[in-house]
């Protein structure tokens, strides 16, 4: 597989805060944060991609959804929390095909082992996570997303 490094930019996000059921129902903790953020519409200033990130926080033991917001967005009564950013190896396999998505992780963990520049880079606050990079009228046609996901990486002796 090729997988391609990219740099997100440190940014404050809401949080949904960690739910260990991980529970998307709609009264569920990541129902409602999905429906809170699905509601904004970001200006055409603050409309980059991706904007929200789901991953399984080790220390709290539970799913957790983080929506990046800009001074201006509504918070919706969650709590803030800041992101430091960094350098991230993505790749992508379609949503819910989690053997899948197992297999293409010890990829890429086995390519930064590796690496004579990167190594793996999750810690406390700085987690493999994932995104939806399928639109959502496209989901509704073809019954699929995909997931695109971010394995946090840094160059080596820093």
């Not at 998307?24 to 809170?36: H, Q, V």
């Not at 904007?51 to 001074?71: C, H, M, Q, S, T």
Request: glycine residues 8%.
């Amino acid at each position: 597989m090729d997988f391609r490094i990219i740099s997100i930019p440190p940014f404050t996000a809401v949080t949904s805060g960690p739910d260990p059921e991980a529970d998307f129902s709609p009264e569920g903790i990541l129902g409602r944060f999905d429906r809170y953020f699905s509601a904004i519409t970001p200006s055409p200033r603050d409309s980059f991609s991706p904007r929200d990130f789901l991953f399984y926080n080790k220390e709290a033991g539970g799913l957790e959804w983080w929506y990046a917001i800009e001074d201006d967005m509504p918070d919706g009564g969650f709590d803030k929390v800041g992101f430091e950013g960094g350098m991230y190896l993505t790749y992508f396999y379609r949503d819910h095909e989690d053997e899948e998505n197992n297999r293409l992780y010890q990829e890429a963990v086995e390519y930064i082992g590796k690496s004579d520049v990167l190594e793996l880079d999750e810690r406390p606050g700085h987690y493999s996570m994932g995104h939806i990079i399928t639109p959502q009228e496209l989901i509704e046609a073809q019954g699929y997303a995909i997931m695109e996901c971010f394995v946090p990486v840094k160059l080596k002796n820093t």
